[in-house]
């Protein structure tokens, strides 16, 4: 009888407890995973690049970096909790990365790769979120087109700021 009366009193301590926590506004913050985070970075960062906002790092042999120089990118995402990759958006650099109705998606279990639907490059690798810069790489290669990419075929890394 004792252990019963024990038990009953652990159990209204308990639920009185509980009931205070949520009566005081307590609530569980949702654990992000790695994903999810960089997501959130690179959504919440506006947009990244443009004018004084390109480090270009790596260009192919004979190409010109200037025209890198105002490239920006918006990563969408969609809900507060969730943060689920939605649009991609490229400007300022047409000639090397276009966009049209595009989107993004990570393409592997890490952060290190971003696939792209409707763009002129097809994935960004290398992908280096560090605070408000983050580095990316993405390849050219068009190969028969001989209009506007030229000379253009191979591999680019760039660092861009946030315009957060």
């Known amino acids: 009888m004792k252990y019963h009366i024990l038990i009953y009193v652990l159990f209204i301590v308990a639920f009185s407890v509980m009931t205070l926590?949520?009566?005081c506004g307590g609530s569980v913050t949702p654990v992000l995973s790695e994903q999810q985070k960089a997501t959130k970075t690179l959504a919440e960062g506006s947009s990244w690049g443009g004018l004084?906002?390109?480090e270009v790092m790596d260009v192919p042999t004979g190409v010109d970096p200037s025209g890198l120089s105002t490239l920006e990118l918006v990563f969408g995402s969609s809900g507060d909790?969730?943060?689920e990759p939605t649009s991609f958006d490229a400007t300022g650099a047409d000639e090397f990365l276009s966009t049209s109705n595009s989107t993004w998606r990570w393409g592997s279990l890490g952060t290190e790769i971003i696939a792209l639907e409707n763009a002129s490059s097809t994935e960004l690798t290398g992908v280096n979120i560090a605070g408000q810069v983050v580095t990316i790489t993405f390849e050219i290669n068009l190969?028969?087109?001989n209009s506007r990419t030229l000379g253009l075929?191979?591999?680019y890394t760039v660092k861009l700021e946030s315009n957060q």
Request: charged share 20%.
């Open 21 to 23: 926590f949520i009566g």
């Open 52 to 54: 004084n906002k390109v």
């Open 81 to 83: 909790t969730e943060w």
């Open 143 to 145: 190969g028969g087109n």
């Open 153 to 155: 075929d191979g591999s």
